[in-house]
Protein backbone atom coordinates (compact mmCIF):
# COMPACT_ATOMS: atom_id res chain seq x y z
CA UNK A 1 0.00 0.00 0.00
CA UNK A 2 0.86 3.43 -0.30
CA UNK A 3 1.81 6.17 2.18
CA UNK A 4 -1.37 8.25 3.10
CA UNK A 5 -1.55 11.88 2.79
CA UNK A 6 -2.60 14.01 5.54
CA UNK A 7 -4.95 16.61 5.76
CA UNK A 8 -5.03 19.18 2.56
CA UNK A 9 -2.20 17.42 1.05
CA UNK A 10 -4.62 16.77 -1.76
CA UNK A 11 -4.33 13.38 -3.27
CA UNK A 12 -3.58 11.59 -6.52
CA UNK A 13 -4.70 8.14 -7.86
CA UNK A 14 -4.37 6.43 -11.30
CA UNK A 15 -7.24 6.33 -13.59
CA UNK A 16 -8.66 3.44 -15.51
CA UNK A 17 -6.88 4.48 -18.91
CA UNK A 18 -3.54 5.17 -17.15
CA UNK A 19 -3.32 8.88 -16.54
CA UNK A 20 -2.91 10.11 -13.09
CA UNK A 21 -4.98 12.47 -11.52
CA UNK A 22 -4.52 15.18 -8.79
CA UNK A 23 -6.67 16.62 -6.68
CA UNK A 24 -6.48 19.47 -4.01
CA UNK A 25 -9.26 21.34 -1.99
CA UNK A 26 -8.73 25.45 -2.33
CA UNK A 27 -11.41 27.40 -0.46
CA UNK A 28 -14.07 25.00 -0.57
CA UNK A 29 -13.42 24.12 -4.06
CA UNK A 30 -11.59 21.30 -5.88
CA UNK A 31 -9.48 21.98 -8.09
CA UNK A 32 -7.96 18.68 -10.06
CA UNK A 33 -5.58 18.39 -12.93
CA UNK A 34 -4.56 15.14 -14.79
CA UNK A 35 -0.62 14.28 -15.59
CA UNK A 36 0.84 11.19 -17.12
CA UNK A 37 3.15 10.59 -14.57
CA UNK A 38 2.60 10.39 -10.45
CA UNK A 39 5.62 12.62 -10.61
CA UNK A 40 4.17 15.76 -12.08
CA UNK A 41 1.28 15.25 -10.10
CA UNK A 42 3.14 15.23 -6.82
CA UNK A 43 4.29 18.27 -8.51
CA UNK A 44 1.77 20.59 -9.86
CA UNK A 45 -0.09 19.88 -6.01
CA UNK A 46 3.18 21.54 -4.49
CA UNK A 47 3.01 24.03 -6.40
CA UNK A 48 -0.60 25.07 -6.50
CA UNK A 49 -0.47 25.01 -2.55
CA UNK A 50 2.88 26.92 -2.73
CA UNK A 51 0.70 29.58 -4.84
CA UNK A 52 -1.87 29.02 -1.92
CA UNK A 53 0.54 30.19 0.58
CA UNK A 54 1.50 32.84 -1.27
CA UNK A 55 -1.99 34.07 -1.74
CA UNK A 56 -3.99 32.76 -4.52
CA UNK A 57 -7.81 32.92 -3.91
CA UNK A 58 -10.09 31.06 -6.32
CA UNK A 59 -13.14 33.11 -7.38
CA UNK A 60 -16.11 30.87 -5.90
CA UNK A 61 -18.71 33.45 -7.49
CA UNK A 62 -20.95 31.07 -9.54
CA UNK A 63 -22.29 32.93 -13.14
CA UNK A 64 -25.43 31.63 -14.71
CA UNK A 65 -27.10 31.34 -17.68
CA UNK A 66 -29.61 34.18 -17.33
CA UNK A 67 -26.69 36.90 -16.00
Do not use: F, P
Not at 36 to 58: P, S, Y
Amino acid sequence: MGKRRRNNEGSIYQRKDGLWCARVSVGGRRLTAYRKTQRECREWIAHTLDQVADGLTVDTSRVTVAA
